[in-house]
């Protein structure tokens, strides 16, 4: 497992911007697929977007596609999620999630059972 931290959460009109960053610990950052998920009072915790080893491969939850985008900086261990064009519906708290990659297998993962690090998760309100 890999120690993740979310920051860069808070309280946002809608139709405005917020991005979030996970920072991870370790020297193996790279290694990892890492992937954002959110958990909105009373539901369950769903996927949001996942990003391959390198910013080769991207994947978004249809909810989310053409707002937010998900980055990665191997040297400095961060993962980003830039989210724009925010909704209420959007609120939620953000998780930050990562896999090792092994080789041969897939790019990217959408499933909470897919991934075994987790962070403590940043807080995203959307007022209207």
């Known amino acids: 497992q890999v120690p993740l931290v979310e920051s860069g959460g808070g309280l946002v009109q809608v139709g405005g911007s917020l991005r979030l960053s996970c920072a991870a610990s370790?020297?193996?950052?790279?290694?990892?697929?890492m992937a954002w998920f959110r958990r909105a009072p009373g539901k369950e915790r769903e996927f949001v977007a996942s990003i391959s080893l390198t910013d080769e491969d991207t994947y978004y939850a249809d909810s989310v596609k053409g707002r937010f985008t998900i980055s990665r900086d191997n040297a400095k261990n961060t993962v980003y999620l830039q989210m724009k064009i925010l909704e209420p519906e959007d609120t939620a708290l953000y998780y930050c999630a990562a896999r090792p990659w092994i080789y041969g297998s897939r790019n990217y993962y959408t499933r909470r059972t897919d991934f075994g690090s987790w962070g403590q998760g940043t807080q995203v309100t959307v007022s209207s």
């Open positions: 370790g020297r193996t950052f790279s290694s990892y697929i």
